[in-house]
Nanobody, 126 residues
């Protein structure tokens, strides 16, 4: 079992930045593919970004490409999502997730992931 706890969400003005963190416990997150999804009110959960087990491959949704950066520190069992140039449409609950398919560089579907965190709220004001 892998437990995931997100933090770092909050309220920020458009154009600002936030860094989300996701700490894994129970089993080490090394070897797992890690990802971030988000869900806005009234909308379906959508893929944001993923990073493979080695950290050498990342993949982003078109809507965040060039603004968000996913990274991992396996020594700290932590995955990060650096979010820059935030827009009001980025407002959502952000979820961290872990997949045993660690070598796959494009884990962009919910069913790819076995473990999910509780989420952290990000609100971007205009």
């Amino acid at each position: 079992q892998v437990q995931l706890v997100e933090s770092g969400g909050g309220l920020v003005q458009a154009g600002g930045s936030l860094r989300l963190s996701c700490v894994a416990s129970g089993r080490t997150s090394s070897g797992y593919g890690m990802g971030w999804f988000r869900q806005a009110p009234g909308k379906e959960r959508e893929f944001v970004a993923t990073i493979n087990w080695s950290g050498r491959s990342t993949y982003y949704a078109d809507s965040v490409k060039g603004r968000f950066t996913i990274s991992r520190d396996d020594a700290q069992n932590t995955v990060y999502l650096q979010m820059n140039s935030l827009k009001p449409e980025d407002t959502a609950v952000y979820y961290c997730n872990a997949s045993p398919l660690g070598s796959d560089p494009e884990l962009r579907y919910s069913y790819d992931y076995d473990y999910w965190g509780q989420g952290t709220q990000v609100t971007v004001s205009s």
